[in-house]
T-cell receptor, first 117, second 113 residues
């Protein structure tokens, strides 16, 4: 079974600075997808970014980018120019890409990000 | 706004009772997933439906059941409720069966007293 580990329960960053959230995963599959979701105090789960394992290029969405190291099974999220609205719980998630019947998301335990003004 | 709707937003009930949570997927999405978020278990997959048929099961208790209707909305039924069932229940949807990208609804917060 796949597992996702977020080793940083909490992180803090100054407004306008850059912060990196870590995620590692364990899988024997070669085809899979990785995601970062954000959960603000409203509790809504918001997709931040997605990475296909077969793509070597790291995904980028505006101020959010990932560092995907397939061999190391590492998938970190970098937030540049941090804003107060970035304060939230961030979840790393894994989804199998292999043929089969289960395409569930497997989540890490989350990293609570605080943004200081 | 993801386009996925869930009702009700909050639900307070007593142990032993039965409740129904409702989810409407994004327009055009055929797959619906249910997840439970609790303090001790984190976010866990419960069940997936695709175009009306059950496709995958996760850590769903026998007291829980779900279905997806012809109009593609889904309902999660929780019965014989226990205190430990108190959690945030999310519905997510995706276009196809493979859950390419799952978009989450706002969740239903269930409190069992």
């Amino acid at each position: 079974a796949q597992t996702v580990t977020q080793s940083q329960p909490e992180m803090s960053v100054q407004e306008a600075e850059t912060v990196t959230l870590s995620c590692t995963y364990d899988t024997s599959e070669s085809d899979y997808y990785l995601f970062w979701y954000k959960q603000p105090p409203s509790r809504q789960m918001i997709l931040v970014i997605r990475q296909e394992a077969y793509k070597q290029q790291n995904a980028t969405e505006n101020r959010f980018s990932v560092n995907f190291q397939k061999a190391a099974k590492s998938f970190s999220l970098k937030i540049s120019d941090s804003q107060l609205g970035d304060a939230a719980m961030y979840f790393c998630a894994y989804r199998s890409g292999s043929g089969g019947s289960n395409y569930k998301l497997t989540f890490g335990k989350g990293t609570l990000l605080t943004v200081n003004p | 706004d993801s386009g996925v709707t869930q009702t009700p937003k909050h639900l307070i009930t007593a142990t032993g009772q039965r409740v129904t949570l409702r989810c409407s997927p994004r327009s055009g999405d055929l797959s619906v997933y249910w997840y439970q978020q609790s303090l001790d278990q984190g976010l866990q997959f419960l069940i997936q439906y695709y175009n009306g048929e059950e496709r995958a099961k996760g850590n769903i208790l026998e007291r829980f059941s779900a279905q997806q209707f012809p109009d593609l909305h889904s309902e999660l039924n929780l019965s014989s409720l226990e205190l430990g069932d108190s959690a945030l229940y999310f519905c997510a949807s995706s276009v196809g069966v493979q859950g390419e990208t799952q978009y989450f609804g706002p969740g239903t917060r269930l409190l069992v007293l």
